[in-house]
């Protein structure tokens, strides 16, 4: 798949720069250069941060095209259901293509939640406080044991993009607040990671556009004068 040959590429790349990064300390060792020493040795670890990520995702895209051959054989197959649409909406970004389907899955904490989620999507009305309480559903799941790093991620975006549409509609000034401060790690978190791999704009499970801007500094209203 496009998948698999893009993490293959990027795992020898990787291993590559794991490659130079060794070199550069051993000649930093060998000519008691301490800068290059230091250098060597983060760029090590990065290169060995990324490998750990590539892997993981790899690892992830053959249990994801193992469960889709299994969903062609078996339609019914819970546990299948639960890897597709956890691949879908924590890997892809494609929640309303994994929502279904993790709804369905055998894995109860994610499988309760989607449902919530669709049974929302469903009612016109979308109460705030609904909106308010799946977006808390979806944190708790995130600070859950079991979840990768890029899947916290990508579990707390999504509950950032349901607070960000109601922080400024809800009537408790404690819920407000809470959702504000959880918008702002979300929007953290994606400003000091690889925010030129992320989506220009994202549109949510309940058609809200998202932007991402990168974190800085902002006049807001006229000039005076």
């Not at 993981?56 to 051959?69: G, K, Q, S, T």
Request: charged letters at 25%.
């Amino acid at each position: 798949s496009i998948e698999a040959n893009m993490l293959a590429h990027a795992k020898a790349a990787a291993k590559v720069a794991a490659t130079a990064a060794k070199k550069l300390f051993l000649v930093g060792k060998a000519t008691r250069d301490e800068s290059l020493v230091v250098v060597g040795q983060e760029k090590q670890s990065q290169a060995g941060d990324l490998l750990k990520i590539i892997t993981r995702r790899m690892d992830a895209a053959a249990a994801y095209n193992a469960a889709l051959e299994s969903l062609k054989a078996k339609p019914d197959d819970s546990a299948a259901k639960s890897v597709v649409g956890r691949h879908l909406c924590l890997t892809l970004n494609d929640w309303s293509g994994g929502l279904p389907l993790l709804a369905k899955g055998s894995q109860e904490d994610l499988a309760e939640v989607a449902a919530g989620e669709l049974k929302m999507l469903a009612d016109p009305s979308r109460e705030t406080q609904a909106v308010f309480l799946l977006a808390g559903n979806w944190w708790d799941i995130a600070e859950s044991r079991g979840y990768s790093e890029e899947e916290v991620v990508a579990l707390k975006r999504h509950a950032g993009e349901l607070y960000a549409g109601i922080s400024k509609k809800l009537a408790d000034p404690l819920e407000s607040a809470l959702a504000e401060n959880r918008t702002a790690v979300v929007m953290e978190q994606l400003g000091t990671s690889s925010s030129e791999s992320l989506p220009k704009q994202v549109t949510n499970s309940v058609g809200m556009k998202m932007i991402f801007m990168r974190p800085g500094e902002f006049r807001m209203g006229a000039k005076r004068g």
